[in-house]
């Protein structure tokens, strides 16, 4: 399945079992997350999260707090997400780690 897809390939990957372990689904949010749809939605997410940001004077005059929001994932790794992104080579090494979790279609 990912022998077929050449560097550079536009490719569908959509999850056909959601990942067992936490560290596949994380790999999945981190890879969906480059499709162009949600990438602007993580770029909005990150533009609320700037205007939020709290800054507070903490323990002297010149030493700054920042408090952040929680980075939310518009995807969130579980069956049925699909995403159409670029197969690179950090893409490609990370649909590797989760290949039977998921299914690679040229687009």
């Not at 997350?33 to 949600?38: F, N, R, T, Y």
């Not at 507070?56 to 995403?83: F, L």
């Amino acid at each position: 399945m990912l022998d077929k897809i050449n560097l550079g390939d536009t490719i569908t990957v959509k999850v056909t079992k959601t990942p067992t372990n936490a560290a596949g689904r994380k790999t999945l949010q981190r890879v969906l997350c480059k499709d162009p749809g949600h990438a602007a939605e993580v770029r909005r997410h990150r533009d609320v999260r700037d205007a939020n940001t709290e800054k507070t004077t903490r323990g002297g005059r010149y030493r700054v707090w920042e408090s952040r929001m929680v980075k939310q994932h518009p995807v969130a790794g579980e069956q049925g997400d699909q995403g159409t992104i670029s197969a690179s080579y950090d893409v490609m090494k990370d649909l590797k780690s989760v290949e039977k979790f998921i299914e690679v279609a040229k687009a």
